[in-house]
C-alpha cells in the first residue's frame, strides 16, 4: 500500500506559475513510475504527465511545453512545475502511482484571468 498527498494548488493569475508536489509514504515504498492527472468541472479526468523510475518523461499535448514533471528519490516525492498557466487549466490536480493503483486526494488549481 502507498499513501499519495498532493499539495501545492491555489489560485494564480494567467501567466502565472505553480509547483506541485506528491509525496508518496507507507510500507515498502519505492518509487516507480507516477503519472500526474487533473479534472476539470463535468469533465473526464486527464493524463498530463508521466515520469518512469528511470526518469524518462512523457506528456499530454495540453500541457507539452509548459508543464515539467521531476522526481526526488531521496525523498519519494514528485513534482509538476507548470508554467504559463491558463485559465483553461484549472482543475483538480492528482498524482497517480500505476504501481499501485493508488490516487491521492487532488489539490486545486485556479488560474484566473
Known amino acids: 500500500q502507498v499513501r499519495l498527498v498532493e499539495s501545492g494548488g491555489g489560485l494564480v493569475q494567467s501567466g502565472g506559475s505553480l509547483r506541485l508536489s506528491c509525496a508518496a509514504s507507507?510500507?515498502?515504498?519505492?518509487?516507480?513510475?507516477m503519472h500526474w492527472y487533473r479534472q476539470a468541472p463535468g469533465q473526464q479526468r486527464e493524463f498530463l504527465a508521466g515520469?518512469?523510475?528511470?526518469?524518462?518523461?512523457a506528456y499530454g499535448d495540453s500541457v507539452k511545453g509548459r508543464f515539467t514533471i521531476s522526481r526526488d528519490n531521496t525523498n519519494n516525492t514528485v513534482h509538476l512545475q507548470m508554467n504559463n498557466l491558463k485559465p483553461e487549466d484549472t482543475a483538480d490536480y492528482y498524482c497517480?502511482?500505476?504501481?499501485?493503483?493508488?490516487w491521492g486526494q487532488g489539490t486545486q488549481v485556479t488560474v484566473s484571468s
Open positions: 515520469i518512469t523510475s528511470g526518469g524518462t518523461t
Open positions: 507507507g510500507r515498502g515504498v519505492r518509487m516507480t513510475g
Open positions: 497517480y502511482s500505476p504501481r499501485w493503483d493508488s
